[in-house]
């Protein structure tokens, strides 16, 4: 089964359900009409047998909402940690951008970019989150992409930024990295995508090698092990490894903003969300039925 995160075309933050990738359902949608309230949902992770979901109202910034539901069908609200009156003075008003799960923790990084915020919060149980450690700064940049593997979590953003945190509650910056768009974890190592064909390894997140760069316009915007190879997709190319450092180059026929893999099928979304493409490759893909009065312009994953 296939889930996914975004929105209703005229606003609402919804939580879509698929068996194929192709044919989506909305299942929840954040209805309510006064704040707080989530006009997009960002993202979405499963762990520990809960599903969680992150979201915030796009408009100015605030209302942070989670959400959690054990069948991916049937979701409920978690606690949130602004309210609207907060966000419109921008006292903290922040949207959840990515969540993750790793060693029975639940992770959350958001921001309001257009005002400085940055944060991160957690949770054990994917229901009751900790209040934010919130930071103001134009200069750092917000989280978009959590990943877990090994012993840690990894997260990546904007300004090249990458954090580092090995229980979830405390979190590191890493200096001198590059500059990545798209993380995955496989054979004991994190992999890091980035503008023009970069692909990167490092095994803690503070140290990365780069194995491939200087492919124009190719934007890696997804690392995925399928469990036989991990597959870097990107802008209009698919590279493929065996151990994250050598790679073959294929060019394809599609240019995703958003890709995951699940039951012998790559599904991939365009920027906006309402165009999907489906391969057995990641090379050769074929267009799918559109999205209609909504989209599905958050995060993409695939359960069994």
């Not at 989506?24 to 309510?32: A, G, K, L, N, P």
């Not at 959840?96 to 949770?123: E, I, M």
């Not at 090379?283 to 069994?304: C, K, M, V």
Request: aromatic share 12%.
């Amino acid at each position: 089964m296939f889930y996914a995160a975004g929105q209703l075309a005229r606003g609402g933050a919804s939580i879509f359900v698929s068996p194929d990738g192709l044919d989506w359902e909305i299942v929840y949608t954040d209805r309510r009409k006064k704040s707080p309230k989530a006009s997009r949902m960002y993202d979405l992770a499963l762990g520990d047998g809960l599903f969680v979901a992150g979201g915030g109202h796009t408009s100015h910034g605030g209302d942070s909402c989670f959400y959690y539901s054990e069948n991916g069908r049937d979701w409920t609200e978690g606690s949130g940690f602004t309210k609207s009156k907060d966000a419109k003075r921008f006292d903290f008003g922040a949207s959840v951008f990515t969540v993750a799960h790793g060693d029975g923790r639940y992770v959350a990084h958001g921001g309001a970019p257009a005002h400085g915020w940055y944060f991160h919060c957690g949770s054990d149980d994917g229901q009751e989150w900790t209040p934010p450690e919130k930071k103001k700064s134009f200069r750092i940049g917000s989280i978009y992409q959590c990943v877990h593997g090994g012993d840690r979590f990894i997260g990546i953003g904007g300004h090249s930024r990458v954090t580092i945190s090995s229980d979830g509650r405390s979190w590191e910056d890493a200096k001198d990295v590059p500059p990545l768009i798209s993380i995955g974890y496989a054979g004991g190592q994190f992999i890091g995508g980035g503008m023009h064909g970069l692909l990167a390894t490092s095994s803690d997140g503070f140290e990365w090698k780069i194995h491939n760069n200087d492919q124009i316009g190719e934007h890696i915007k997804a690392v995925i092990d399928t469990g036989s190879e991990i597959v870097a997709v990107g802008i209009e190319v698919t590279y493929r490894s065996q151990d994250g450092i050598n790679w073959t180059r294929d060019l394809s026929n599609a240019r995703p903003a958003r890709v995951c893999y699940g039951d012998g099928r790559f599904i991939a979304l365009n920027g906006r969300g309402t165009k999907v493409y489906y391969s057995s490759d990641a090379i050769e893909w074929t267009r799918g039925p559109d999205i209609e009065d909504a989209f599905i312009n958050g995060g993409l994953i695939h359960s069994s």
